[in-house]
């Protein structure tokens, strides 16, 4: 039987792909406030999304 899924960690993680190549996605921490006293190159990264190794992708996928 599986767990009850949890909200904090569907809400912050998205999965992208077909079920053989899936990449585990999750926004940049502090894209939200104080982007404008930042450099141009750290508030364009963090408007990418950042892919999750393998390792961390297993545990947080038991739970969504």
């Not at 992208?16 to 999750?26: A, T």
């Amino acid at each position: 039987m599986k767990k009850k899924t949890k909200k904090l960690i569907s809400k912050r993680f998205v999965i992208k792909g077909k079920k053989k190549n899936r990449k585990l996605m999750h926004l940049s921490c502090g894209s939200a406030h104080f982007n404008a006293k930042e450099k141009g190159k750290t508030t364009k990264n963090k408007r990418r999304s950042k892919v999750l190794s393998n390792r961390i992708k297993k545990v947080i996928i038991k739970y969504i």
